[in-house]
C-alpha cells in the first residue's frame, strides 16, 4: 500500500466516534480546509454532529453544515466549541484553530489549549494557518501538535495537486485533489 493509501486509511476509516483529533497545518490555499470539510461529511455519515467553528470568511468552505458559527475572537471560539462539546455526539471543526492567538500568546495560551482538549475528547479537526516564513514550531504550533493523535503538514505541489505530510502517528507523503464531496488520493 502506498503513502496516500496510509494517509486515506488513517484519515478516514477509523470511525469519527472513536475521538480523533486531527490537525491539519499549512500555508492559505494548501488544502487543509479541504481535507477539513471531507472528515466532517464522514463523521456526518456515521451519525455525529458536526459543529463548524470558522473564522469569517472561512465559512464558505463548509456550505453543507448545519452547525456552522463564525467566531471573532478566541474567547468566542471557546463558547462555542463548549456549547458544541456538550452534545456527546459532537464532531467540532475549528478552521482556523490559531485565527486569534498571535495577537497575544501569552494570554491565549490556556484557550487554545482548552479548545484543543475538548476537541480531542469529542473528536474533531484543528486547522493551523502559518506562512511560510513563520513555518512550525511556532508556541501554538507546539500546543496543536501536543494535543493532536493526527498531526499533518499541507501545501499544494507544483503540479497543482495537494500534499500532504503526515508527521504524527507516523511519518509519510501523500497527494490528493479535490472529488465532489471527497478528495482522491494519488
Known sequence: MGAGGRVARLLFTQAPSERLLVALTGPPGSGKSLLASTLALRATREG???YVVAAPGQEKAY???PMLAVASSMEEIVDLVFKAYSD?????????VNMYYRGDPARLRPHLSLVLALQRL?????????????????????????????FALTWRGRTGA??????????????FRPREGDVEWL
Open 48 to 50: 455525529l454532529r458536526v
Open 63 to 65: 456550505p453543507w453544515a
Open 88 to 96: 456527546p455526539d459532537s464532531f467540532i471543526v475549528v478552521d482556523p
Open 122 to 150: 469529542r473528536g474533531g479537526v484543528a486547522v493551523g494557518v502559518y506562512s511560510e516564513a513563520s513555518k512550525p514550531p511556532t508556541p501554538g504550533g507546539r500546543i496543536i501538535l501536543g494535543y493532536s493523535r493526527v
Open 162 to 175: 495537494f500534499r500532504v505530510e503526515l508527521v504524527k502517528p507516523f511519518r509519510a507523503i501523500a497527494a
